[in-house]
């Protein structure tokens, strides 16, 4: 499986974006997606995941209340809305999707190349 994140830009400190994650195929109901993000010399941090077919949603503790992931108009995508962007928020941003609901890297056995995202303060 292939996945596809786009949608990383510059944005002002308040602002939003929105990032997609596409998959080479349709995403199953058992399949979770995860948005994990990296900054230089940091390890990978959890963001955001969906198991597919419940929609149930999980957040890192950065992020909530400010990030929402959901299920795209397709089969195959993924959206995560990013709102009241922070400095803190500037790294490389991830999608994964695995089996299993985790918030460790080791959980997801495909990864997109990344995005990045820097929000100027």
């Known amino acids: 499986v292939q996945l596809q994140a786009s949608g990383g830009g510059l944005v002002q400190a308040g602002g939003s974006l929105s990032l997609s994650c596409a998959a080479s195929?349709?995403?199953?109901?058992?399949?979770?997606v995860g948005w994990f993000r990296q900054t230089p010399g940091k390890e990978r941090e959890f963001v955001a995941a969906?198991?597919?077919?419940?929609?149930?949603?999980y957040y890192g503790d950065s992020v909530k209340g400010r990030f929402k992931i959901f299920r795209g108009d397709a089969a195959n995508m993924v959206t995560l809305q990013m709102k009241s962007l922070q400095a803190e928020d500037t790294a490389v941003y991830y999608c994964?999707?695995?089996?299993?609901?985790?918030?460790?890297?080791?959980?997801?056995?495909?990864w997109g190349q990344g995005t990045q995202v820097t929000v100027s303060s």
């Open positions: 969906i198991r597919w077919g419940r929609e149930a949603t």
């Open positions: 994964a999707l695995g089996s299993d609901v985790g918030n460790r890297p080791s959980a997801y056995a495909y």
């Open positions: 195929r349709r995403i199953f109901s058992s399949n979770v």
